[in-house]
């Protein structure tokens, strides 16, 4: 458990650093922007902070959680060994449950994969199985209660937080485009300003959902500082007109060196066009 722990927290802390801009690209298993996609999604950051770090502060706790039951074990210390299982079983279980639920988010309405947080998952639900079989437990039927009201709190608890996060648009007024909720890095917010000194635009339309996809790849302070063009005759100043004599056809759509370009592009592959190397 100490051992998977570790690797749990490695992996956490090294997407937390990332996302706090102190770390350069990671290499995605798989291939694409899908890690991207996922981590700066408005699911992957959490009271301002990334989710990822949250990750890791529960991957820090099994991993002390551990070390202290080999200390105990060679102590025979049998009360407080009792408890640091059952901090063992409750931690993992949760964290096991908000897995599975961000999976379901990353492959049901993100529609995208991520290595990083497959691994994470797996992580989480290895190390529920291995505090359920190390330890020889004596009321199981309180271990039974016990995991499913633990169970219940964090799942209803995690769907209420994944259902706010993934209807942000409640209370926004007609023409308002979706408000983006995913935080930042540095890296992203010096991309946007490298793109509107180029004279890039991007064009959108508020009710438009690969918009509001875009701008959760840049986050909040990043979309801010583009050079967006509102398309939607009803849209909060609306530049229809302009659009029209670009024949925009599909949102969003970027002007890059005079040529249209259209889809929810990579921030790798609009940094490549505007010769920006700090990804």
């Known amino acids: 458990m100490a051992v998977l722990a570790s690797i749990g927290a490695v992996d956490t802390g090294l997407i937390t650093l990332k996302r706090w801009g102190l770390l350069g690209p990671l290499l995605c298993p798989g291939g694409g922007d899908g890690c991207d996609k996922v981590l700066s999604s408005a699911w ?7 989710l ?8 820090a706790w099994v991993l002390l959680l551990s070390v202290l039951l ?3 074990r060679a102590d025979g210390r049998g009360p407080l060994l009792q408890r640091c299982w059952w901090g063992l079983f409750l931690t993992t279980l949760g964290m096991s449950v908000f897995s599975l639920l961000l999976m379901e988010v990353m492959v049901f309405r993100i529609q995208a994969f991520c290595a990083f947080c497959l691994m994470s ?8 199985v291995l505090s359920l079989i190390g330890n020889d437990w004596e009321d199981r039927g309180q271990l039974a209660f ?3 009201m633990v169970g219940l709190l964090v799942l209803l608890s995690g769907l209420a937080w994944a259902t706010a996060v993934g209807n942000p648009a409640v209370g926004v007024g007609r023409g308002v485009p979706t408000p983006v909720r995913s935080a930042s890095t540095p ?5 946007a300003e490298k793109l509107t000194a180029s004279g890039v635009k991007m064009y959108t339309a508020y009710w438009c959902p690969h918009c509001h996809e875009q701008k959760e ?21 609306s530049q229809a007109a302009l659009c029209a ?14 040529r249209i370009e259209s889809g929810v592009k990579p921030l790798l592959w609009l940094a490549d066009k505007v010769g920006f190397k700090g990804l």
């Open 121 to 128: 998952a797996l992580l989480s639900l290895a190390l529920l």
């Open 217 to 237: 790849l840049f986050g909040k302070e990043a979309t801010a500082r583009l050079t967006i063009i509102e398309c939607a005759p009803d849209g909060l100043r």
């Open 245 to 258: 004599s670009k024949k925009i056809e599909g949102y969003p759509s970027w002007e890059i060196a005079g």
């Open 187 to 191: 890296a992203t917010i010096q991309l």
């Open 44 to 50: 992957g950051s959490l009271f301002g902070q990334p």
């Open 70 to 72: 080999l200390v105990l």
């Open 52 to 59: 990822s770090l949250f990750g890791f502060l529960a991957y």
């Open 146 to 148: 016990s995991g499913v």
